[in-house]
């Protein structure tokens, strides 16, 4: 299977550069937007919701943006926002929509009627890579041990998760298993409403393992309730470096749950380069540091054609993967 590679690429966009278009100005050594608008497909509290909101704030603390608006508009998977966005293009040149991977995802299965090939692709910005951990009391210390289990008793062997079979728990968990050779479509996954459902599932032994964010698994392994077995990351995450990966310990699985920005069909050009220069500049100041921290993601900054590319290429990564399965 070929894995998606990231190359983290540190775009420094100068704080006195001069970006000419309406309604962006210079005040001091920052470029100023007068505002943005961020509009947001699910509800409040989600992790789309503080993306946008965090990138609001590390705009208007750093100085790049003068005012950050907010708008929530849930249902159908996110379709409504996109089709929104994309029915009222020419009066939402301001207006950033966050999105992640399951605009992929839904697209695929046809939950959702459009794709990303539907808007303006600003910018990749952050990313959460996954995780497969087990209780912190668990016999198993790497993936390794829980294959051995597994490929005893692989009827017994059961990895669960926050979504439901087909969703992105269950792929990551199909990408790991394919990665060690297994078959991705015969392990015993057990799916959970919720990533709290699941954890809860994990702590009374009713699964062995548990597909989840890697954000997620630094703040249960830092309570000291889970050990992490590999992270779907290339190379160790600073954030917490006794994790170790998947392709040290032999299993090629990466993957990360990318988040990143749109932007209506057509937005003209310098509207578009300027939203990727004020997103440049903004993840090298401390304000996006601080945001950044807050929320256990890690910096993966790719604009444009760039971002397309990786769209393209995890699109074929969880479709050839989702047909395997079945669920295409």
Not at 34 to 52: E, K, M, N, R, Y
Not at 274 to 301: C, K, S
């Amino acid at each position: 299977m070929k894995t998606i590679e990231w190359t983290r690429r540190t775009l420094i966009a100068a704080a006195t550069a001069t970006v000419a278009f309406s309604g962006f100005a210079m005040a001091g050594s920052h470029k100023v937007m007068d505002s943005v608008h961020f509009l947001i497909p699910g509800g409040a509290g989600g992790g789309w919701d503080g993306t946008a909101r965090g990138t609001g704030e590390a705009l208007m603390n750093s100085g790049l943006v003068g005012t950050a608006t907010f708008e929530n508009m849930s249902g159908g998977g996110g379709g409504v926002a996109i089709g929104n966005l994309i029915e009222n293009a020419a009066s939402s040149h301001g207006t950033l929509m966050v999105n992640s991977t399951p605009i992929v995802i839904r697209a695929l299965t046809g939950e959702i009627s459009q794709n990303f090939r539907d808007l303006t692709l600003v910018a990749g910005t952050v990313g959460d890579y996954a995780a497969i951990v087990v209780r912190a009391d668990s016999p198993l210390t790497s993936m390794e041990d829980a294959l051995k289990i597994y490929r005893e008793t692989p009827e017994e062997f059961a990895i669960g998760g926050g979504s439901v079979p087909g969703g992105m728990d269950h792929l990551v968990a199909a990408i790991v298993m394919q990665g060690a050779g297994e078959d991705p479509t015969a392990f015993n996954y057990i799916g959970y409403d919720a990533g709290g459902d699941a954890m809860a599932g994990l702590l009374s032994g009713e699964i062995d393992a548990l597909s989840t964010g890697f954000s997620e698994a630094v703040a249960l392994a830092g309570q000291g309730e889970v050990r992490i077995l590999g992270v779907t990351a290339p190379e160790r995450v600073p954030a917490f470096d006794a994790a170790p990966t998947f392709a040290e310990q032999g299993i090629d699985a990466e993957f990360v749950n990318w988040r990143g920005f749109f932007a209506a069909p057509d937005l003209p050009a310098d509207k578009l380069a300027a939203y990727q220069d004020m997103l440049a500049a903004m993840m090298e100041t401390p304000e996006w540091e601080t945001v950044r921290a807050r929320m256990g993601l890690v910096n993966i900054f790719r604009p444009g054609d760039e971002f397309r590319t990786f769209l393209e290429g995890q699109e074929k990564q969880i479709g050839d993967l989702m047909r395997e399965l079945g669920f295409l």
